[in-house]
């Protein structure tokens, strides 16, 4: 079998968390020393050049000793750069296999190639390397195709359906992260005094449009819209011409405009469906549908949704069509009457709490009253969001059971969540009642699905009698 080399920009990718140490300085140096003395700067930096191609022959020797090599049963990587090392991974136990062609690397023709397995880290993949997109591309279709394959399903969100998601969906934190992320390495390729220039421009500019709000907080309102603004671009570029098609044995899924990515996943090895709302999509009626699998959504900026924001009837036609024996049905188990406490009680203490501490603040502070009152509504906006969402859960969680699968009910954070499970993908299954719940009759359920870690999900307070009765067929 013929070894070959990953795509050379390895080199930089190798070179470059380090590289701006040394680089940049050599580099503002030089520019310096080409106005003036030039030996001298030569004198004076040998130590820092001698450094600095240390550093690119160790990159380029760390690119030179990984080789990879295809045949009908596995992938075959080498690598080591003083004990010499051979993985070898069958083709059956890669549970997904992905391509990510950043918009960086486009003119290199160079993608990421990542693939997953049931023994593999939870935090990185079994192996990621740098290659040629044409080559990874041709792994990707060598992984994927099957000519037993005859079942060829596909779908395909409008734009419409995109865009509410992102709309939807996106958060400011994101946005904020993303933000902080660039002024920060702009910071380290430009110099801080252009990160600065970036920060006080932001600053004049919160303090011009106060319109009557305190500079302050003006500045962290218009942060969090920033933030959220970049957000929603982020996902939507993320899930532009996103797509989905169901093989016999396989999901292809592919999406994104400036970075394109292409997943490829064993149908089988999906371990539930996950059907989420938030309250706003709840009352419009509206859809999304995540799944859970090795190495699907594992990086940050992984697509991780399967259908998009859809409306009902859209909604149930995609989902059927991709996942016939996951439906969803008809709860049998109810949350007790007696349990409501169990839903809301958190969600009333951070309304109490936030209210509390705003007023108290506020009181002790003057000066600072109107900054106070408006963090402390910014705050309190997620708690009553909370306490809705939980006021949801209560009058619509459950749990139903069939032959083949389970469904659940539930609320985690601030979504709504119908998860269907297949019954051999679970790994635990337990019914825990805390001291008050024994005289409510009532009690938690919860249930565990492994893939690189374990998933809860958790029911609160059902009527312990009828879920007794309906479990038992299955335990």
């Known amino acids: 079998m013929q070894h070959e080399h990953t795509h050379p920009l390895t080199i930089v990718a190798n070179l470059w968390r380090v590289l701006y140490l ?13 106005q003036g003395d030039l030996s001298r700067w030569l004198q004076g ?6 450094i600095l191609l240390l550093m690119v022959g160790i990159a380029v020797w760390r690119w030179w000793v990984v080789t990879y090599t295809c045949d009908d049963d596995a992938i075959h990587i080498r690598s080591g750069m003083i004990v010499r090392k051979h993985a070898r991974v069958p083709w059956n136990q890669i549970v997904s296999l992905s391509l990510v062609s950043s918009f960086y690397l486009r003119p290199f023709r160079a993608a990421h ?8 880290s939870f935090k990185d993949a079994d192996f990621s390397f740098l290659i040629s997109a044409r080559k990874g591309r041709g792994i990707l279709n060598r992984y994927a195709s099957d000519r037993t394959q005859q079942l060829h399903r596909g779908y395909t969100p409008t734009t419409a359906s995109v865009l509410a998601m992102a709309l939807l969906t996106s958060n400011s934190l994101a946005g904020i992260v993303f933000i902080a992320g660039f002024i920060s390495t702009v910071g380290k390729l430009l110099g801080e005094e252009f990160s600065r220039l970036i920060i006080g421009t932001f600053e004049n500019l919160a303090r011009a ?9 003006a500045a962290l309102a218009y942060a969090l819209l920033i933030g959220w603004f970049i957000g929603f671009l982020i996902t939507f570029f993320r899930y532009k011409n996103f797509s989905v098609v169901r093989r016999t044995g396989r999901l292809s899924i592919t999406g994104g405009i400036f970075t394109n990515r292409e997943y490829s996943i064993q149908y089988d090895r999906v371990n539930f469906i996950d059907i989420r709302q938030s309250a706003i999509t709840k009352l419009l009626r509206l859809y999304s549908l995540y799944i859970s699998a090795v190495g699907y959504g594992k990086q940050k900026d992984d697509i991780s949704c399967i259908i998009p924001t859809e409306g009902k009837q859209t909604f149930i036609k995609n989902r059927d069509l991709l996942f016939p024996a996951l439906e969803p ?11 409501v406490m169990r839903f809301i009680g958190a969600a009333l203490s951070w309304c109490g709490g936030i209210s509390a501490a705003m007023l108290t603040l506020a009181w002790l502070f003057p000066k600072l009253q109107r900054f106070i009152l408006f963090v402390g509504l910014m705050l309190l906006i997620p708690a009553l969001y909370l306490l809705v969402i939980r006021l949801i859960d209560f ?22 969540h119908v998860v269907v499970i297949p019954w051999d993908k679970i790994v635990e299954l337990s019914l825990r009642q805390g001291m008050f719940q024994k005289f409510g009759h009532n009690c938690d359920l919860y249930i565990f699905t492994t893939s690189e870690t374990r998933t809860k999900h958790h029911c609160r307070s059902l009527d312990k009698q009828a879920l007794a009765q309906l479990l038992h067929l299955k335990l």
């Open 395 to 416: 009058f619509t969680g459950g749990v139903s059971v069939r032959e083949d699968s389970i469904t659940l009910r539930y609320s985690k954070g601030l979504s709504l």
């Open 45 to 50: 930096a040998w130590l820092d050049i001698i």
């Open 329 to 339: 049905h008809r709860r049998q188990v109810y949350p007790h009457r007696n349990g």
């Open 22 to 34: 040394v680089v940049i300085p050599v580099f503002r140096g030089l520019l310096v020393a080409l």
């Open 209 to 217: 449009l106060t319109f009557g709000v305190p500079p302050a907080a």
């Open 113 to 120: 190639l990542r693939a997953d397995t049931l023994g593999g």
